[in-house]
């Protein structure tokens, strides 16, 4: 039998593609070939040190994978199999319903979780502190060394007051905002409000039109900021990453915590959101960096490349740094 006798003998057990998986997939294959790093100096000059890892590199988690067999099987249309857990998901059978989600419906299915779960979101006063608590877990890929810490974050609400982070044991000051910074995205609730809470609005405040790359990584920072987001902000971001051309569902992702996920990603962003098997609930970031490297032109040379993954723990609204929410 020689390849195409068994590439054929394969597909005949997977159901023919739709328009839509052909279409996906297309998109997949021009997303792969599209260039690598985008505006890695910019990010650093913009975000808050907490934010970032100590070094973004490109991914090199390329989206085609080897093999006939991946492209007959796994999702031309970069797809997944999940549980149906909406409502038990049983069949009557005592198996759970299964269905094949692509990285837009895993992003809508997560904003519709986060605009369910947002109405208790708090509304803070300009003289509080956004808190995040969040897990990092750091897997070097050379021996598969791996490290833990815990990342505590009190952030001035309205800019106007002294920020803290802690990684660890390090602690860093950070001095309230003058009138000529600017964060870009916003981390003062003020300044979010102002953004729109519908997706195509959303990428046209941050600048994008239908989004690429670099909307990619706007939206993944805008999810990194506060978790007390003005009503319907996160949703929006999420259904506004769902529109961007080349978004690709990467299986089997563990968060900080060791729960499995998926995530979803964008050929040449070194970093993308994790979300829980069957619920879609938004679990944290994943990120590719570099140790101790030198950044040369669109890379980084050098050093022990990792995978961290920053899963968030507790969030909330406190009165001063220090404070943690109950």
Not at 232 to 261: C, M, N, S, T, Y
Not at 287 to 311: H, I, T
């Amino acid at each position: 039998m020689n390849d195409l006798d068994a590439l054929r003998e394969l597909e005949a057990e997977v159901p023919a593609l739709t328009e839509d998986a052909r279409a996906a997939g297309r998109d997949r294959l021009a997303g792969a070939m599209a260039k690598e790093g985008r505006r890695t100096g910019l990010l650093r000059a913009l975000v808050p040190p907490a934010f970032l890892p100590q070094a973004v590199v490109p991914s090199r988690r390329l989206v085609l994978r080897a093999g006939f067999a991946t492209m007959a099987t796994a999702a031309v249309a970069g797809t997944v199999v999940l549980g149906d857990g909406g409502d038990g998901g049983d069949t009557g059978s005592g198996a759970p319903r299964m269905t094949t989600l692509s990285a837009a419906q895993v992003l809508h299915r997560a904003a519709d979780r986060t605009r369910a779960d947002g109405a208790s979101l708090p509304v803070p006063r300009d003289d509080q502190y956004f808190y995040t608590e969040e897990f990092v877990t750091r897997t070097f890929s050379k021996g598969g060394r791996r490290t833990t810490s815990t990342n505590r974050i009190w952030l001035s609400v309205d800019g106007s007051r002294p920020s803290r982070y802690v990684y660890g044991k390090r602690v860093v000051d950070e001095p309230p905002l003058t009138k000529h910074q600017v964060r870009w995205p916003p981390t003062e609730y003020a300044e979010l409000k102002k953004l729109p809470a519908d997706p195509d609005g959303l990428l046209a405040a941050l600048g994008h039109g239908k989004g690429d790359g670099p909307a990619f990584m706007d939206l993944c920072l805008l999810l990194r900021g506060p978790a007390a987001m003005p009503p319907g902000l996160q949703a929006a971001a999420f259904e506004a990453l769902a529109k961007l051309p080349g978004i690709v569902l990467d299986e089997d992702e563990l968060d900080a915590l060791g729960r499995h996920g998926i995530g979803v990603s964008h050929p040449g962003m070194s970093f993308g959101p994790v979300f829980e098997r069957g619920t879609c609930a938004y679990l944290g970031m994943r990120l590719d960096g570099v140790k101790g490297g030198r950044p040369v032109g669109r890379e980084v040379k050098g050093g022990e490349k990792y995978v961290e993954v920053r899963g968030r723990v507790k969030s909330g609204v406190v009165d001063e740094i220090g404070q943690r929410p109950r």
